[in-house]
């Protein structure tokens, strides 16, 4: 029992702060995603302690290129009337520890943040804030199942470096070209690639049919859900509730909305 509990996800704060960094550079990968590198003296103390973390990217004013930026007060966050900029949510895939992040960026139609990064030069400037805090999954639980879209791929890829495990898999609502491309060669992860597009309909009905024919261990697992917020509450609620894992071990993230563009 001691060695289950041991192995519970735990949680961090992190003291919240927000920066103002430039583009420094900028690549496309797989040719889906722009990894933009941002740099800045700002990001001196940055820490993201979870392989899912989520910094809030805030956007220039495309008129100006100002990216204003809030007072942290006593009472919380305070930003003027009229200047809070457009923001999204995004995994902070690397830090040098010093001054240099990398995101990336995935590409899709009338998206801010995709269409941002389509355009996005070196010295342009951005803002982030966060993570406010981490949860600190334990890497080496013997089963592992993820379940992600395109969204998913940069904060799974970020789990990719540290996770070991004898039975790891992926199934990825994504194109197999692409998501091979991007991930990269893993030999000891099981990956079905179940298209890209949509969470729902024949691509849904397949993933439901290998998870019910899936053994699931009763113990030393962990199961990580991301998105389309729908989907992910379906799939969470199937992993308790049908098949009774504990919620300790089942992560279920909304990483995007179906009204809304990722």
Request: glycine share 10%.
């Amino acid at each position: 029992m001691s060695e289950q509990i041991d192995h519970i996800p735990r949680r961090v704060r992190n003291e919240l702060h927000f920066r103002p960094v430039e583009v420094i550079s900028k690549t496309f990968i797989a040719n889906s995603f722009y990894r933009v590198e941002l740099g800045g003296d700002a990001l001196n103390g940055f820490a993201s302690h979870g392989f899912d973390d989520h910094i809030k990217v805030f956007f220039p004013d495309a008129e100006t290129g100002i990216c204003n930026l809030p007072e942290i007060t006593g009472g919380g966050v305070v930003w003027k009337e009229g200047a809070r900029p457009a923001a999204r949510d995004y995994t902070p895939l690397f830090f040098n520890g010093i001054d240099r992040l990398t995101v990336d960026f995935y590409i899709h139609k009338s998206g801010l943040a995709s269409d941002w990064a389509v355009k996005a030069r070196p010295g342009d400037l951005l803002a982030i804030g966060g993570p406010r805090g981490s949860l600190i999954v334990p890497d080496d639980y013997q089963f592992q199942l993820y379940v992600c879209d395109e969204s998913g791929l940069p904060a799974f890829l970020r789990r990719c470096q540290t996770m070991k495990g004898k039975s790891i898999r992926l199934y990825a609502f994504a194109e197999e070209n692409m998501g091979r491309c991007y991930l990269g060669e893993r030999p000891d992860i099981e990956i079905f690639w179940l298209g890209s597009g949509t969470m729902y309909g024949e691509r849904m009905k397949t993933l439901m049919t290998e998870l019910n024919n899936l053994a699931l261990p009763a113990k030393d697992y962990f199961i990580w859900l991301t998105g389309e917020g729908a989907v992910v509450k379906q799939l969470s609620d199937y992993f308790i509730v049908e098949r009774q894992l504990q919620p300790d071990f089942v992560r279920a993230v909304a990483y995007w909305h179906k009204k809304n563009a990722i």
